[in-house]
């Protein structure tokens, strides 16, 4: 993880997987981005944006997805990946050395430029997994450190599919005492449309939060991944909306309640008069790569608004009603043509996203304001 730095000494306690240290600039130790370097991409992956994996802060592990038509594994035999490392660092085995991937993951250790630290890795290559569009959140377990949940889907033949992200690792900066239950997003079983829902909270972030301009933390829960390496310095590009998806939605469908917290407050945490808190629910589809080919990834600033983006099902006017859940069935707009050839090869990404203050991403919003979610579905033509 790149190197955060804190002057607080309550936050002395927070640890991560990551290789963290106060006072040498040189003491970072991360695989940025990884890049396939094979003599014929198209036999490997549909387009060569999988060939490249921007990698978050939080990874350990680093997969390249093949092709679903894949099946010639000798071309997994003499393969080199090419990494860029954060400053100074070096990498073994050597940087774009050939190595064999036929039989599962090959292990790499980043060190430090102090070689004082290190941190390792595994690559590795697997056939594409579809993500799951039937979400009733019954799969839940503990981040790796226990601090927080974590959701993750169930593919039909059983495999984990790790879909989900939530900004619970950021809120574990700022609030490093919390219990799992204190954290924004949370399992919830006192209340479902079906054995559990998940429960968003917009959580005050404390004193470190207050510091820095962020007092609030909206709970949510979106289909991508969550860089905690930015979530102090750049928090639009912490949230990482949208996966590889092959088919086109024609609807979004689910349940919810909401009920807003009684203060609004923007982000300096004046309380603005006569304003209630909103959440926010909504999917989105987008072409995952620019007029260059070159990797297009939405964040918290250009999600509902970038040009790649061709559909959008997003509730209007959400009711605010905690007693009754509230069904919706939202059809998918479309601003663009689709290509199903790309659609067919993952050339666009969905991102089905959940906050429970619709301006959270800004640090605006009503502490208290409660979103539960259940029985979610976006519904595809066959």
Known sequence: MKKILFG??????FSLSSCIQNEPANSECDIEEAYVLASDEEALFFTPNDAVK????S?????FYLREDFTDSTQLQALKINFKLTPGASITPENGSMQDFTHGSVHYRVTSEDRQWHRDYHVKFALIQPIETDLSFENIRMEANGRYYE???KSAHGNDISQWATGNPGYAISRSSAQPDEFPTIPWTQDAVSGQSVKLETCDTGLFGAMVNMRIAA???FIGTFDVANAL???MAATRFGLPFNKKPLRFEGYYKFKPGEKFQNRKGTIIEDRIDEPDLYAVLYKNTDEHGQPVTLKGDDVLTHPNIVALARIQN???????????DIPFEYSGNVDEKLLKAYGYNLAVV????????SFCGAIGSTLLVDEVKVVCEE
Do not use: C, M, Q, Y
Not at 54 to 57: E, I, P, W
Not at 318 to 328: G, I, M, Y
Not at 354 to 361: L, N, P
């Open 8 to 13: 607080l000494s309550l936050f002395a306690a």
């Open 54 to 57: 921007d990698v978050a802060s």
């Open 59 to 63: 990874d350990t592990s680093i997969v």
């Open 151 to 153: 959701w993750f889907e």
């Open 219 to 221: 709970g949510n829960l």
């Open 233 to 235: 310095k750049d928090a």
């Open 318 to 328: 959400p009711v605010h009603d905690f007693n009754t859940w509230t069904r919706f």
């Open 354 to 361: 959940f906050t429970s203050s619709i301006e959270g991403a």
